[in-house]
Protein backbone atom coordinates (compact mmCIF):
# COMPACT_ATOMS: atom_id res chain seq x y z
CA UNK A 1 0.00 0.00 0.00
CA UNK A 2 1.44 2.97 -1.14
CA UNK A 3 1.59 5.78 1.92
CA UNK A 4 -0.96 8.86 1.74
CA UNK A 5 1.07 12.15 3.23
CA UNK A 6 -1.28 14.79 4.33
CA UNK A 7 -0.08 18.68 2.83
CA UNK A 8 -0.91 22.15 3.51
CA UNK A 9 -3.81 21.78 1.03
CA UNK A 10 -5.36 18.31 2.81
CA UNK A 11 -4.18 18.40 6.15
CA UNK A 12 -4.95 15.28 8.74
CA UNK A 13 -7.59 16.80 11.43
CA UNK A 14 -6.50 16.74 14.47
CA UNK A 15 -9.19 16.52 17.37
CA UNK A 16 -8.91 17.75 21.02
CA UNK A 17 -10.39 19.29 23.69
CA UNK A 18 -9.37 22.91 24.42
CA UNK A 19 -7.74 22.62 28.13
CA UNK A 20 -4.02 23.51 27.76
CA UNK A 21 -2.89 20.12 28.68
CA UNK A 22 -5.12 18.16 26.06
CA UNK A 23 -3.75 21.26 23.82
CA UNK A 24 -0.24 20.31 24.67
CA UNK A 25 -0.83 16.35 23.86
CA UNK A 26 -2.17 17.50 20.55
CA UNK A 27 0.98 19.75 19.65
CA UNK A 28 3.43 16.41 20.76
CA UNK A 29 1.22 14.58 18.62
CA UNK A 30 1.58 16.79 15.62
CA UNK A 31 5.49 17.50 16.77
CA UNK A 32 5.94 13.26 16.32
CA UNK A 33 4.01 12.99 12.79
CA UNK A 34 5.93 15.89 11.90
CA UNK A 35 9.13 14.75 12.45
CA UNK A 36 8.50 10.93 11.57
CA UNK A 37 7.31 11.91 7.95
CA UNK A 38 9.20 15.15 7.47
CA UNK A 39 6.64 17.24 6.35
CA UNK A 40 5.64 20.62 7.41
CA UNK A 41 3.33 21.77 10.49
CA UNK A 42 0.52 22.69 8.87
CA UNK A 43 0.13 19.11 6.81
CA UNK A 44 -1.96 18.65 10.15
CA UNK A 45 -4.62 21.26 11.52
CA UNK A 46 -5.49 21.00 15.27
CA UNK A 47 -9.23 21.11 15.50
CA UNK A 48 -10.26 21.91 19.08
CA UNK A 49 -13.21 20.60 20.06
CA UNK A 50 -15.68 21.66 23.19
CA UNK A 51 -17.18 18.81 25.06
CA UNK A 52 -19.97 18.18 27.87
CA UNK A 53 -17.33 18.01 30.51
CA UNK A 54 -15.98 21.82 29.26
CA UNK A 55 -18.84 23.55 30.52
CA UNK A 56 -18.39 25.60 32.85
CA UNK A 57 -21.23 25.28 35.07
CA UNK A 58 -20.75 21.72 35.50
CA UNK A 59 -17.31 22.40 36.90
CA UNK A 60 -18.10 25.28 38.99
CA UNK A 61 -20.53 22.47 40.51
CA UNK A 62 -17.98 20.55 41.72
CA UNK A 63 -19.85 17.58 41.54
CA UNK A 64 -18.87 13.69 41.63
CA UNK A 65 -18.13 12.89 37.86
CA UNK A 66 -20.13 9.74 37.62
CA UNK A 67 -23.15 12.22 38.81
CA UNK A 68 -22.26 14.67 35.63
CA UNK A 69 -22.92 11.72 33.45
CA UNK A 70 -19.29 9.65 33.59
CA UNK A 71 -16.20 9.69 31.58
CA UNK A 72 -17.80 9.65 28.26
CA UNK A 73 -18.45 14.03 29.04
CA UNK A 74 -15.13 14.33 27.65
CA UNK A 75 -15.32 12.11 24.62
CA UNK A 76 -18.56 12.56 23.01
CA UNK A 77 -18.39 15.15 21.21
CA UNK A 78 -14.61 14.49 19.67
CA UNK A 79 -15.94 11.19 18.62
CA UNK A 80 -19.00 12.18 17.03
CA UNK A 81 -16.49 14.58 14.85
CA UNK A 82 -14.56 11.66 14.32
CA UNK A 83 -17.29 9.48 12.97
CA UNK A 84 -18.61 11.84 10.41
CA UNK A 85 -15.28 13.00 9.23
CA UNK A 86 -14.90 16.24 11.03
CA UNK A 87 -11.56 15.26 12.42
CA UNK A 88 -9.29 12.26 11.03
CA UNK A 89 -7.91 11.36 14.45
CA UNK A 90 -8.55 12.20 18.28
CA UNK A 91 -5.76 12.69 20.81
CA UNK A 92 -6.81 11.61 24.06
CA UNK A 93 -5.55 11.30 28.06
CA UNK A 94 -5.92 7.24 28.15
CA UNK A 95 -6.79 7.64 31.96
CA UNK A 96 -9.96 9.58 30.70
CA UNK A 97 -10.55 6.93 28.40
CA UNK A 98 -13.65 4.15 28.85
CA UNK A 99 -12.89 1.02 27.99
CA UNK A 100 -15.00 0.42 24.91
CA UNK A 101 -15.05 2.62 21.84
CA UNK A 102 -18.47 3.67 19.80
CA UNK A 103 -18.82 1.40 17.18
CA UNK A 104 -16.54 2.26 14.01
CA UNK A 105 -13.80 3.83 15.75
CA UNK A 106 -10.22 2.10 17.15
CA UNK A 107 -7.80 2.90 20.09
CA UNK A 108 -4.87 1.28 19.14
CA UNK A 109 -2.23 4.12 18.99
CA UNK A 110 -0.57 5.03 21.74
CA UNK A 111 2.58 7.50 22.36
CA UNK A 112 5.61 6.68 24.37
CA UNK A 113 4.22 6.92 28.42
CA UNK A 114 5.31 9.80 30.58
CA UNK A 115 5.77 9.27 34.64
CA UNK A 116 2.91 7.56 36.37
CA UNK A 117 3.29 9.29 39.26
CA UNK A 118 0.66 11.06 41.45
CA UNK A 119 1.80 14.79 42.32
CA UNK A 120 1.10 16.02 45.61
CA UNK A 121 0.03 19.96 45.43
CA UNK A 122 0.17 22.14 47.94
CA UNK A 123 1.66 25.71 49.32
CA UNK A 124 2.69 24.21 53.01
CA UNK A 125 3.33 20.74 53.35
CA UNK A 126 5.85 18.98 51.31
CA UNK A 127 4.68 15.25 51.23
CA UNK A 128 0.82 13.61 51.65
CA UNK A 129 2.35 11.80 54.97
CA UNK A 130 3.02 15.43 56.88
CA UNK A 131 -0.80 16.72 56.27
CA UNK A 132 -2.05 17.60 59.66
CA UNK A 133 -5.12 15.60 61.34
CA UNK A 134 -8.49 16.98 59.51
CA UNK A 135 -6.67 18.63 56.61
CA UNK A 136 -9.20 19.34 53.58
CA UNK A 137 -7.89 17.45 50.30
CA UNK A 138 -9.55 18.84 47.05
CA UNK A 139 -9.78 15.55 43.94
CA UNK A 140 -12.40 15.00 41.73
CA UNK A 141 -10.89 11.74 41.49
CA UNK A 142 -13.10 8.80 43.23
CA UNK A 143 -9.61 6.77 43.09
CA UNK A 144 -7.75 9.42 45.10
CA UNK A 145 -10.65 10.33 47.46
CA UNK A 146 -10.86 6.19 48.29
CA UNK A 147 -7.18 5.68 48.86
CA UNK A 148 -6.88 8.96 50.69
CA UNK A 149 -9.48 8.00 53.18
CA UNK A 150 -7.90 4.23 53.36
CA UNK A 151 -4.68 5.84 54.40
CA UNK A 152 -6.02 8.35 56.36
CA UNK A 153 -9.94 8.39 57.65
CA UNK A 154 -9.11 11.85 59.48
CA UNK A 155 -8.69 13.90 56.11
CA UNK A 156 -11.56 16.11 55.27
CA UNK A 157 -11.74 15.52 51.35
CA UNK A 158 -13.97 17.70 49.17
CA UNK A 159 -15.01 17.76 45.16
CA UNK A 160 -12.35 19.90 43.15
CA UNK A 161 -13.02 19.74 39.48
CA UNK A 162 -11.69 21.85 36.39
CA UNK A 163 -8.55 21.13 34.70
CA UNK A 164 -5.25 21.93 36.22
CA UNK A 165 -5.02 25.22 36.06
CA UNK A 166 -8.38 25.56 37.52
CA UNK A 167 -7.80 23.25 40.58
CA UNK A 168 -4.50 25.48 41.00
CA UNK A 169 -6.58 28.49 41.31
CA UNK A 170 -9.14 26.81 44.05
CA UNK A 171 -5.91 25.49 45.69
CA UNK A 172 -4.85 29.36 46.13
CA UNK A 173 -8.28 30.41 47.07
CA UNK A 174 -7.88 28.46 50.52
CA UNK A 175 -10.63 25.74 49.08
CA UNK A 176 -8.36 22.92 50.46
CA UNK A 177 -5.14 22.27 51.81
CA UNK A 178 -4.09 19.80 49.33
CA UNK A 179 -4.36 18.87 46.09
CA UNK A 180 -3.59 16.13 43.42
CA UNK A 181 -2.87 16.38 39.58
CA UNK A 182 -0.79 13.66 37.28
CA UNK A 183 3.16 14.12 37.37
CA UNK A 184 3.01 13.03 33.36
CA UNK A 185 0.28 16.17 32.88
CA UNK A 186 2.48 18.51 34.99
CA UNK A 187 5.64 17.29 33.10
CA UNK A 188 4.02 18.24 30.19
CA UNK A 189 3.17 21.98 30.63
CA UNK A 190 6.54 22.50 31.88
CA UNK A 191 4.82 22.81 35.58
CA UNK A 192 6.72 19.79 37.24
CA UNK A 193 7.71 22.79 39.76
CA UNK A 194 3.96 22.58 41.15
CA UNK A 195 4.30 19.60 42.64
CA UNK A 196 5.84 19.42 46.48
CA UNK A 197 6.42 15.65 45.63
CA UNK A 198 5.57 12.87 43.95
CA UNK A 199 4.14 9.50 45.14
CA UNK A 200 5.31 6.69 44.71
CA UNK A 201 3.13 3.66 43.58
CA UNK A 202 4.02 2.03 46.79
CA UNK A 203 2.48 4.60 48.76
CA UNK A 204 -0.81 5.49 45.77
CA UNK A 205 -1.10 3.14 42.72
CA UNK A 206 -2.30 5.28 39.77
CA UNK A 207 -5.44 5.42 37.68
CA UNK A 208 -5.16 2.65 34.77
CA UNK A 209 -3.27 4.25 31.73
CA UNK A 210 -2.52 7.11 33.60
CA UNK A 211 0.57 9.16 31.74
CA UNK A 212 -0.19 7.78 28.40
CA UNK A 213 -1.58 9.61 25.29
CA UNK A 214 -3.93 7.22 23.03
CA UNK A 215 -5.24 8.15 19.67
CA UNK A 216 -8.45 7.14 17.88
CA UNK A 217 -9.39 6.78 14.51
CA UNK A 218 -11.86 5.96 12.23
CA UNK A 219 -11.28 1.72 11.95
CA UNK A 220 -12.07 1.76 7.74
CA UNK A 221 -9.69 4.71 7.59
CA UNK A 222 -6.25 2.25 6.98
CA UNK A 223 -4.53 5.47 5.21
CA UNK A 224 -4.47 6.81 8.79
CA UNK A 225 -3.68 3.90 10.42
CA UNK A 226 -0.44 3.33 8.02
CA UNK A 227 0.44 6.97 9.25
CA UNK A 228 -0.20 6.50 12.67
CA UNK A 229 1.94 2.99 12.60
CA UNK A 230 5.21 5.47 13.05
CA UNK A 231 3.71 6.95 16.18
CA UNK A 232 2.70 3.51 18.44
CA UNK A 233 4.95 2.81 21.20
CA UNK A 234 4.85 -0.99 22.07
CA UNK A 235 5.80 -0.94 25.49
CA UNK A 236 2.70 0.91 26.38
CA UNK A 237 0.66 -0.51 24.46
CA UNK A 238 1.64 -4.15 26.26
CA UNK A 239 1.59 -2.35 29.52
CA UNK A 240 -2.06 -0.37 28.76
CA UNK A 241 -3.36 -4.22 27.20
CA UNK A 242 -2.85 -5.46 31.00
CA UNK A 243 -4.27 -2.52 32.76
CA UNK A 244 -7.39 -1.73 30.57
CA UNK A 245 -8.18 -5.71 30.53
CA UNK A 246 -7.99 -5.49 34.52
CA UNK A 247 -9.76 -2.27 34.13
CA UNK A 248 -12.60 -3.51 31.56
CA UNK A 249 -13.10 -6.98 33.71
CA UNK A 250 -13.80 -5.59 36.84
CA UNK A 251 -16.11 -2.59 36.37
CA UNK A 252 -14.75 -0.07 33.39
CA UNK A 253 -17.12 2.66 34.30
CA UNK A 254 -16.08 6.04 36.80
CA UNK A 255 -18.10 4.44 39.27
CA UNK A 256 -15.39 2.32 41.21
CA UNK A 257 -12.28 3.26 42.71
CA UNK A 258 -9.79 1.41 40.68
CA UNK A 259 -6.47 1.93 40.16
CA UNK A 260 -3.53 -0.36 38.27
CA UNK A 261 -0.38 -0.10 37.05
CA UNK A 262 1.92 -2.64 34.56
CA UNK A 263 5.35 -2.77 34.13
CA UNK A 264 8.21 -4.04 32.14
CA UNK A 265 11.08 -6.16 33.55
CA UNK A 266 12.23 -7.88 30.34
CA UNK A 267 10.48 -10.59 28.86
CA UNK A 268 7.91 -10.08 31.72
CA UNK A 269 4.88 -7.66 32.50
CA UNK A 270 4.37 -6.43 36.01
CA UNK A 271 0.82 -6.01 37.01
CA UNK A 272 -0.31 -4.43 40.34
CA UNK A 273 -3.95 -3.65 40.87
CA UNK A 274 -6.25 -2.25 43.43
CA UNK A 275 -9.84 -1.82 43.69
CA UNK A 276 -11.63 0.19 46.98
CA UNK A 277 -14.86 1.14 48.41
CA UNK A 278 -15.51 4.68 47.62
CA UNK A 279 -15.17 5.71 51.66
CA UNK A 280 -12.01 4.33 52.03
CA UNK A 281 -13.26 1.68 54.59
CA UNK A 282 -11.64 -1.07 52.31
CA UNK A 283 -9.34 -1.78 49.78
CA UNK A 284 -8.17 -5.29 48.32
CA UNK A 285 -5.14 -5.60 45.63
CA UNK A 286 -2.95 -8.00 43.90
CA UNK A 287 0.75 -7.54 42.54
CA UNK A 288 0.90 -10.11 39.86
CA UNK A 289 4.20 -11.49 36.83
CA UNK A 290 3.77 -12.85 33.50
CA UNK A 291 5.17 -13.22 30.33
CA UNK A 292 4.73 -9.49 28.22
CA UNK A 293 2.26 -10.95 25.92
CA UNK A 294 0.00 -12.78 28.65
CA UNK A 295 -0.79 -8.70 29.95
CA UNK A 296 -4.26 -9.15 29.03
CA UNK A 297 -4.75 -12.68 30.02
CA UNK A 298 -3.16 -11.49 33.21
CA UNK A 299 -5.25 -8.34 33.21
CA UNK A 300 -8.50 -10.03 33.37
CA UNK A 301 -7.63 -13.07 35.98
CA UNK A 302 -6.69 -11.00 38.17
CA UNK A 303 -10.19 -8.71 38.40
CA UNK A 304 -12.09 -11.95 38.62
CA UNK A 305 -9.90 -12.73 41.89
CA UNK A 306 -10.34 -9.28 43.31
CA UNK A 307 -13.87 -9.47 42.53
CA UNK A 308 -14.45 -13.32 44.82
CA UNK A 309 -11.90 -11.25 47.36
CA UNK A 310 -14.50 -8.52 47.23
CA UNK A 311 -17.36 -11.07 48.78
CA UNK A 312 -21.01 -9.95 48.60
CA UNK A 313 -22.18 -6.27 49.08
CA UNK A 314 -18.79 -4.78 48.17
CA UNK A 315 -20.36 -3.20 45.95
CA UNK A 316 -23.82 -2.98 46.87
CA UNK A 317 -23.38 0.81 47.34
CA UNK A 318 -24.12 1.41 43.52
CA UNK A 319 -27.60 -0.05 43.23
Not at 64 to 72: D, I, Q, S, V, W
Not at 218 to 246: C, I, K, N, V
Request: glycine share 8%; proline share 6%; with cysteine.
Amino acid sequence: MTLTKPSPASPLKIGTRGSPLALAQAYETRRRLVGAFDLPDDAFEIVVITTSGDNAQLIAKDKPLKELGGKGLFTKEIEEALLVGGIDIAVHSMKDMPVAQPAGLLLDTYLPREDTRDAFVSPDVSKLADLPQGATVGTSSLRRRAQLLHFRPDLNAVEFRGNVQTRLKKLSAGVADCTFLAMAGLNRLDMSHVAASAIEPEDMLPAVAQGAIGIERRADDSATAALLEALHDTPTGQRLAAERAFLAALDGSCETPIAGLAELNGSTLRLRGEVLRPDGSESIADDRTAPIEDGGELGEAMARDLLSQAGEGFFAWRS
